[in-house]
């Protein structure tokens, strides 16, 4: 795909360190009007979060299963 209806967002809130192990966890919280927002949790605690913008609808494909 071109990327045009992708959203990125860079936590930069908490370091990582090298050797460790870290239990992640990415939560989307939706919203019927307005943005939604995503958290990012590390260990137990939430250590970020952003909010996005849902595409347009005529931006927005189905995809068959």
Do not use: D
Not at 14 to 43: D, M
Request: proline share 6%; glycine share 6%; hydrophobic share 45%.
């Amino acid at each position: 795909h071109n990327g045009s209806n992708v959203t990125s967002h860079s936590f930069q809130e908490f370091i990582f360190q090298a050797k460790t192990w870290y239990f992640i966890t990415l939560v989307h919280v939706p919203k019927l009007f307005g943005r939604s927002e995503i958290k990012l949790f590390v260990n137990g605690k939430q250590v970020g979060a952003a909010s996005l913008a849902y595409p347009p609808a005529n931006m927005v494909r189905l995809i068959p299963i």
